[in-house]
């Protein structure tokens, strides 16, 4: 069965408000993602709210214009930031280097991850549209 979902950017304007649009939209509350990026490759396997495993879904990203800027540099820095806090002292070296290119505006924002995990799924019977 083809599924079909729409997120909206002008809804959220940080990771948290992602997440919040997400589990509102795609998993209709039924289940709350808690903004585990290996959650969110596990939910679209299907299995969790209104997505099962062998559905076609189909996510429109409307207003995603914004969220690359709402999910981007700022937002990646305070992810990482945390993430150096908290890791064990045999990964601050690498946290440390990916923070220090977030902070020169260089790799991966926290849209371009979530992106990528979609894009994982495609051969998967899930479509983003980013609109």
Known sequence: ???????????????QG???EFSKNVLSNK????????ALNDILRGGFGD????D??????????KSIKDLGY?????????????????NKELVLQELLNARNKKGPTVF??????FNEHENKNITLILE
């Open 1 to 15: 069965m083809k599924r079909s979902f729409l997120i909206d950017g002008d809804n959220f304007s940080d990771f």
């Open 74 to 90: 700022e937002e990646i820095i305070q992810r990482l930031q945390n993430k150096y806090d908290n890791c064990h002292p045999t």
């Open 56 to 65: 076609e879904i189909e996510i429109t990203w409307k207003n995603s214009n």
């Open 112 to 117: 371009n991850w979530i992106v990528g995990i």
């Open 31 to 38: 289940h709350i993602w808690n903004g585990s990026l290996d």
């Open 51 to 54: 997505i099962e495993e062998d």
């Open 18 to 20: 992602f997440t919040r």
